[in-house]
Every structure is written in structure tokens, then in C-alpha cells.
């Protein structure tokens, strides 16, 4: 079964610092990997995915992940905090079923 | 980029109404919409998949009855939330997918904050 691990619920840093979201997975076959944000009474904005190809994924605001098979990881990661990217960070599977598996979140607070 | 709105944003209704939400792709068709509750401090939870022209597969805790969805064309999905009651009380998102059996990726729209009074 797929299943989405999103050890942190709470991840501080100050504005400037490279931060880092960790998320692990487990699937059967290959997986698609997603990391979604999502701000205060918002729907999930789309960040970054991984579904082949380069293990290091670019996304948008500035933020990239990378992708370990043999870690079966997918952290997502940034050189330089803003405050603006302060929210709650979501990590998602597609292991084959028609869905998308998400973690608990993560809260991202990036501190001035 | 693909669009999909919900509408309404946020929604107040007295206990035993019923409260329809809907759920729009603006520049894309979906043949597959899903519905999700988060509950605060929460991850999403999958209520149910809903297709078009065709009945809802709703996940296994969900009433059926309670949460009505109506897929009707292309690119509309609606979840009726029938005699609410306050433990109905969530932020309801819904998403989308233009090509889900070769992106898998979806598309969400901005959630609608419902309370139940």
C-alpha cells in the first residue's frame, strides 16, 4: 500500500538559512512524487513533482527537491528562506491508484 | 496553467439545511474530480472520487447519503452536504486532473470553509 511519512510536523528557520522538508514514501512501482503548499484557509498549490528523469527537481518559488530510491526520500528544499514561505508544506505519492496519498504536513515557519 | 475553482469560498448554514458546493475546471476538462476534508491541523482526507456520467466511489467511513456528489459534465463536480449538522463543519477542497493516468498530478481548488451553526 502507498503511504506518505512526513516526520516533522513543525520545521522553524530563520529568513536567509537554507531549509529542508523531509518526506519518505512507500509504493509498489515506480512513484510520482509531489510536494504541494498550502497557506491559511487555502486550497494546495502546486510546487514541484518528480515522475522521472534527474533526481533533483526544480520547482517553483525557488524551492527543489531530491529524489533517493534507495532512501525511497523525496525532501524538499531551499537555498535561502523567505518569510513569505512560511505555511504548510504537503508531501504526495501517486503509487498507480487513481488518488493522490498525502502526508501530515509540515509546517514551515521562517523566522525574520 | 489549469484552473479549478470552488465556489462558495465559505459557507454558513443552520444545523439540518443542506449545502451544495461546486467544483470547477475553467480551462481544462476532467473526466475524474476528487473531493477532500481537512480537518484543522490536518492532512487531506479523500471523502471520495467522482466521475463523469457516472456514480461517486466514495472511501470506505464516508455516508454515501450524506454527502451527495454529481459529476455532470466535463468540467463541473458538486458535493451537496445534505442536513449539515456541526460535526459537518470542515474545509472542503476539491482537485482535478487533466491527464491522470500520465501526470498523476492534480489540480486543487481554493477549499470552501463550511460551519455548521
Known amino acids: 500500500a502507498q503511504s506518505v511519512a512526513q516526520p516533522e510536523d513543525q520545521v522553524n528557520v530563520a529568513e536567509g538559512n537554507p531549509l529542508t522538508v523531509k518526506c519518505t514514501y512507500s509504493?509498489?512501482?515506480?512513484?510520482?512524487l509531489f510536494w504541494y503548499v498550502q497557506y491559511p484557509n487555502r486550497g494546495l498549490q502546486f510546487l514541484l513533482k518528480?515522475?522521472?528523469?534527474?533526481?533533483l527537481v526544480k520547482g517553483s518559488y525557488g524551492f527543489e527537491a531530491e529524489f533517493n530510491k534507495s532512501q525511497t526520500s523525496f525532501h524538499l528544499k531551499k537555498p535561502s528562506a523567505l518569510v513569505s514561505d512560511s505555511a504548510l508544506y504537503f508531501c504526495?505519492?501517486?503509487?498507480?491508484?487513481?488518488?493522490?496519498?498525502f502526508g501530515t504536513g509540515t509546517r514551515l515557519t521562517v523566522i525574520p | 496553467g489549469a484552473v479549478v475553482s470552488q465556489h462558495p469560498s465559505w459557507v454558513i448554514c443552520k444545523s439540518g439545511t443542506s449545502v451544495k458546493i461546486e467544483c470547477r475546471s475553467l480551462d481544462f476538462q476532467a473526466t475524474t474530480m476528487f473531493w477532500y476534508r481537512q480537518f484543522p491541523k490536518q492532512s487531506l482526507m479523500l471523502m471520495a472520487t467522482?466521475?463523469?456520467?457516472?456514480?461517486?466511489?466514495?472511501e470506505q467511513g464516508v455516508e454515501k447519503d450524506k454527502f451527495l456528489i454529481n459529476h455532470a459534465s466535463l468540467t463541473l463536480s458538486t458535493l451537496t452536504v445534505t442536513s449539515a449538522h456541526p460535526e459537518d463543519s470542515s474545509f472542503y477542497i476539491c482537485?482535478?486532473?487533466?491527464?491522470?493516468?500520465?501526470?498523476?498530478?492534480?489540480?486543487f481548488g481554493e477549499g470552501s470553509r463550511l460551519t455548521v451553526l
Open positions: 509504493v509498489s512501482g515506480n512513484p510520482y
Open positions: 482537485s482535478a486532473s487533466r491527464d491522470w493516468t500520465n501526470t498523476g498530478e492534480l489540480f
Open positions: 518528480y515522475i522521472t528523469g534527474d533526481n
Open positions: 504526495a505519492v501517486n503509487g498507480g491508484a487513481n488518488n493522490l496519498f
Open positions: 467522482s466521475n463523469e456520467g457516472s456514480k461517486a466511489t466514495y
